[in-house]
């Protein structure tokens, strides 16, 4: 008889082959202790976190510890609910309410993570007949949502709106509604997404709408933090936001917003929505604090910004290849898999966490050492995460011990 | 064009040229040959080929009917018909 995971046996020798080798398994890495933002206890050795999407440095804002813990007392540890049930409380109206005032939009929906967005906004917008053309640099939970829904999938290139207006060309005599689908910041190497050309795009095509997640740009583009559209000035233009308390909101959750008429109808279809528990009263009080934290945090985003660069420059200073732009998300590209399971297996020895991303998560197929900066990050952390970047890749024999100037003897 | 029907030779020969940088495992490359099991191709080989057949034929192959495409015959087939119906 076969056993029932034969199937996954080439994966299972590709995970053996990767991970060969004394040192910590990157998959399984626990903390037994957070210090800070940006410091945890693990494997007994005192960290620098610099790799928690954690952007704006919002888990410890005291606001939304006294709001989380008030909320927490008055309400208790959950909802055992779904939304349309017994799980939603005054708190997830209010949430909602607050995302509709930060993106100035009419609608807002809560879901309980980014990925339950993705997968219940994208499985029912679209329906036969209709069409979603997607980056294909997308998260999974697009992917997965995508999947489910009953439209037409169609990809085009990373960050190419040529190629997508191309493709939507070609559905010129087909009826259906039109679906781009894009995210404001890509996870894996921080690049953005070209947004004034595909707004442009999108507007050549009738019934063409866009779709972005921002996951990534929230909170750390645009003057209020509401993410690529604030900035590039085109949230009109943006039909449909999804977005995660995740990343810079501090804590869990997702939601999606729009003005589109009746889009709260959603509620009554998205089955992402419908059968699964909604967030506790804690969590959602504490994201509808660090909301107000985000908006008025252009001096935090302005420190990201400025941690970002000393991150990217002391990296692509010593030699390594930095995949990305300059982005709070600092991609250090390794020449295979098992070099990046060694790389990142030195930082973790020598107390860096980073996030070891391999293929086929990764785009080009790339084994990525992805750092992602923290507002609170010091510059003397980052200075260290960089020289214990370069120990390692010397080590490694990636790079070579750059002469500097300053050293004596 | 139905399932059943057997594409031209020269959609076959410029399916051949695309699959050749790509073919590791130097199987005889024919309209039965698997992409997966003769071609050990994995998720991420099957996403860059859709993309250099969709740039040669000038068409979107939709990711929906990507599950029913095992062998280069099914793939002919579908570009064939894609080009049919976009071509008018
Ligand atoms: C682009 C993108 N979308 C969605 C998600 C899912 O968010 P969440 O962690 O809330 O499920 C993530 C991160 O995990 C992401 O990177």
């Given at each position: 008889?076969?056993?029932?995971?034969?199937?996954?046996?080439?994966?299972?020798?590709?995970?053996?082959?990767?991970?060969?080798?004394?040192?910590?398994?990157?998959?399984?890495?626990?903390?037994?202790?957070v210090?800070?933002?940006?410091?945890?206890?693990?494997?007994?050795?005192?960290?620098?976190?610099?790799?928690?999407?954690?952007?704006?440095?919002?888990?410890?804002?005291p606001?939304?510890?006294?709001?989380?813990?008030?909320?927490?007392?008055?309400f208790?540890?959950?909802?055992?609910?779904?939304?349309?049930?017994?799980?939603?409380?005054?708190?997830?109206?209010?949430?909602?309410?607050?995302?509709?005032?930060?993106?100035?939009?009419?609608?807002?929906i809560?879901?309980?993570?980014?990925?339950?967005?993705?997968?219940?906004?994208?499985?029912?917008?679209?329906?036969?007949?209709?069409?979603?053309?997607?980056?294909?640099?997308?998260?999974?939970s697009?992917?997965?949502?995508?999947?489910?829904?009953?439209?037409?999938?169609?990809?085009?290139?990373?960050?190419?709106?040529?190629?997508?207006?191309?493709?939507?060309?070609?559905?010129?005599?087909k009826?259906?509604?039109?679906?781009?689908?894009?995210?404001?910041?890509?996870?894996?190497?921080?690049?953005?997404?070209?947004?004034?050309?595909?707004?442009?795009?999108?507007?050549?095509?009738?019934?063409?709408f866009?779709?972005?997640?921002?996951?990534?740009?929230?909170?750390?583009?645009?003057?209020?933090?509401?993410?690529?559209?604030?900035?590039?000035?085109?949230?009109?233009?943006?039909?449909?936001i999804?977005?995660?308390?995740?990343?810079?909101?501090?804590?869990?959750g997702?939601?999606?917003?729009?003005?589109?008429?009746?889009?709260?109808?959603?509620?009554?279809?998205?089955?992402?929505?419908?059968?699964?528990a909604?967030?506790?009263?804690?969590?959602?009080?504490s994201?509808?604090?660090?909301?107000g934290?985000?908006?008025?945090?252009?001096?935090?985003?302005?420190?990201?910004?400025?941690?970002?660069?000393v991150?990217?420059?002391?990296?692509?200073?010593?030699?390594?290849?930095?995949?990305?732009?300059?982005?709070?998300?600092?991609?250090?590209v390794?020449?295979?898999?098992?070099?990046?399971?060694?790389?990142?297996?030195?930082?973790?020895?020598?107390?860096?966490?980073?996030?070891?991303?391999?293929?086929?998560?990764?785009?080009?197929?790339?084994?990525?050492?992805r750092?992602?900066?923290?507002?609170?990050?010091?510059?003397?952390?980052?200075?260290?995460?960089?020289?214990?970047?370069?120990?390692?890749?010397?080590?490694?024999?990636?790079?070579?011990?750059?002469?500097?100037?300053?050293?004596?003897? | 064009?139905?399932?059943?029907?057997?594409?031209?030779?020269?959609t076959?020969?410029?399916?051949?040229e695309?699959?050749?940088?790509?073919?590791k495992?130097?199987?005889?490359?024919?309209?039965?040959?698997?992409?997966?099991?003769?071609?050990?191709?994995?998720?991420l080989?099957?996403?860059?080929?859709?993309?250099?057949?969709?740039?040669?034929?000038?068409?979107?192959?939709?990711?929906?009917?990507?599950p029913?495409?095992?062998?280069?015959?099914?793939?002919?087939?579908?570009?064939?018909?894609?080009?049919?119906?976009?071509?008018?």
């Amino acid at each position: 008889m076969p056993g029932i995971f034969d199937r996954f046996s080439n994966l299972m020798g590709q995970r053996d082959a990767i991970l060969a080798g004394d040192g910590a398994d990157p998959f399984q890495v626990r903390m037994d202790d957070v210090i800070s933002q940006t410091e945890a206890i693990i494997a007994g050795k005192r960290t620098i976190l610099c790799g928690t999407n954690n952007y704006l440095g919002l888990t410890f804002a005291p606001e939304a510890l006294k709001a989380a813990h008030d909320a927490l007392d008055a309400f208790g540890t959950g909802t055992t609910g779904s939304r349309v049930a017994n799980g939603t409380y005054s708190g997830h109206k209010e949430l909602e309410n607050t995302l509709c005032e930060f993106f100035n939009k009419d609608h807002a929906i809560v879901f309980s993570t980014g990925f339950l967005a993705n997968a219940g906004v994208l499985s029912t917008l679209m329906g036969p007949g209709d069409y979603i053309l997607m980056d294909a640099d997308c998260h999974a939970s697009i992917y997965d949502g995508v999947r489910a829904s009953q439209a037409e999938i169609i990809r085009f290139k990373h960050n190419d709106a040529a190629d997508l207006d191309k493709r939507l060309a070609r559905l010129v005599d087909k009826p259906g509604n039109k679906l781009i689908v894009i995210e404001g910041i890509y996870s894996m190497l921080g690049d953005k997404a070209p947004m004034a050309e595909i707004v442009a795009v999108k507007k050549k095509h009738a019934n063409t709408f866009l779709l972005s997640d921002e996951a990534h740009s929230m909170g750390v583009l645009g003057r209020y933090g509401r993410g690529l559209p604030e900035e590039v000035g085109c949230e009109d233009d943006v039909d449909f936001i999804v977005g995660t308390f995740s990343k810079s909101v501090g804590t869990v959750g997702g939601f999606v917003v729009s003005s589109y008429p009746d889009f709260g109808m959603l509620r009554l279809v998205c089955r992402a929505y419908i059968f699964t528990a909604s967030l506790p009263p804690s969590v959602v009080a504490s994201a509808t604090v660090n909301l107000g934290l985000v908006k008025s945090g252009g001096a935090l985003r302005t420190r990201l910004m400025r941690n970002a660069k000393v991150l990217h420059s002391g990296l692509s200073e010593i030699g390594l290849k930095v995949a990305s732009d300059l982005s709070p998300v600092v991609a250090v590209v390794a020449p295979d898999p098992q070099v990046a399971v060694a790389f990142w297996r030195g930082l973790i020895e020598a107390g860096v966490y980073v996030n070891l991303a391999l293929p086929p998560a990764t785009p080009y197929g790339y084994s990525l050492l992805r750092c992602s900066l923290c507002a609170v990050h010091t510059e003397e952390q980052l200075r260290k995460v960089v020289s214990i970047f370069e120990s390692v890749a010397i080590n490694l024999g990636l790079i070579e011990r750059k002469v500097r100037r300053s050293a004596v003897g | 064009m139905t399932a059943n029907g057997e594409p031209s030779a020269d959609t076959f020969a410029a399916l051949h040229e695309l699959l050749g940088p790509l073919n590791k495992t130097g199987v005889d490359l024919k309209p039965e040959t698997r992409f997966s099991e003769d071609l050990n191709f994995d998720s991420l080989v099957v996403m860059e080929f859709v993309a250099t057949v969709e740039d040669c034929f000038d068409i979107s192959i939709p990711m929906n009917i990507l599950p029913d495409i095992t062998t280069v015959k099914h793939l002919a087939l579908a570009v064939e018909k894609i080009v049919k119906a976009d071509r008018g």
